[in-house]
């Protein structure tokens, strides 16, 4: 029973690389989140999706594109990044009508130099 | 613009002791309040509010609502070292299909 299941768990990337964030879920949700958390912020919603094929923007989109091909599956793309967004990413995925069934994923903790 | 604050952003007390952690929200439409747990990974669920005056409780965790002050209160009596985390609130509205996350509430019981 995996839930949600982010790879990789750690990442140290330079200035001006990018890389793909994977939030795969196995419980057939429909909607899904990314978040960072930063120390003293809280967690700010980055992209979302409410379906396949289907992405909309968050609080803080600047930097990072995202995208929902399969149901099962939401990528979280930095193309160029920069040290601001060195954060822990968390994906969550809820299924439609239940608000209070957020299931999170255990963070990605990236390092940006 | 939606936003959800939490007080104390931490709060140390010993074994036994009992804890109030604070939330206050100003959400467009508000729907409902969460609580969620973070230890060292994942959040985890603990109360969803939706109706002002009515506790929700679980084990010696309580929480309640009140939508016409707009804040909320989440209550752990007889604290354990195994309640040391950060507590998270989060609020959402109707017709939005985003969580408004406050900054946290980071507990620490020694024994």
């Known amino acids: 029973n995996a839930g949600v299941t982010q790879t990789p768990k750690f990442r140290v990337l330079k200035t001006g690389q990018s890389m793909t964030l994977l939030c795969a879920q196995d419980?057939?949700?429909?909607?899904m989140y990314w978040y960072r958390q930063d120390p003293g912020m809280g967690l700010r919603l980055i992209h979302y999706?409410?379906?396949?094929?289907?992405?909309a923007k968050g609080e803080v989109p600047d930097g990072y594109n995202v995208s929902r091909l399969k149901k099962q599956n939401f990528l979280l793309g930095l193309e160029s990044a920069a040290p601001s967004q060195t954060s822990v990413y968390f994906c969550?995925?809820?299924?439609?009508?239940?608000?209070?069934?957020?299931?999170f994923g255990s963070g990605t903790r990236l390092t940006v130099v | 613009e939606d936003k959800v604050v939490q007080s104390p952003l931490s709060l140390v007390v010993h074994e036994g002791d009992t804890v109030t952690l604070n939330c206050s929200y100003e959400?467009?439409?508000?729907?409902?309040l969460l609580w969620y747990k973070q230890e060292k990974k994942a959040p985890t669920f603990l109360f969803m509010l939706?109706?002002?005056?009515i506790e929700k409780k679980s084990g010696r965790l309580s929480s309640i609502l009140d939508k016409k002050e707009l804040f909320s209160i989440l209550n752990i009596t007889a604290t354990q070292t195994g309640d040391s985390a950060i507590y998270l609130c989060?609020?959402?509205?109707?017709?939005?299909?985003?969580?408004?996350f406050g900054t946290g509430t980071r507990l620490q019981v020694f024994p």
């Open positions: 969550a995925s809820r299924r439609t009508g239940v608000h209070d069934g957020y299931t």
């Open positions: 419980m057939n949700h429909e909607y």
């Open positions: 999706s409410v379906g396949e094929g289907t992405t």
């Open positions: 959400v467009t439409n508000f729907r409902s």
């Open positions: 939706t109706s002002s005056g």
């Open positions: 989060a609020a959402k509205g109707y017709n939005t299909d985003k969580l408004i």
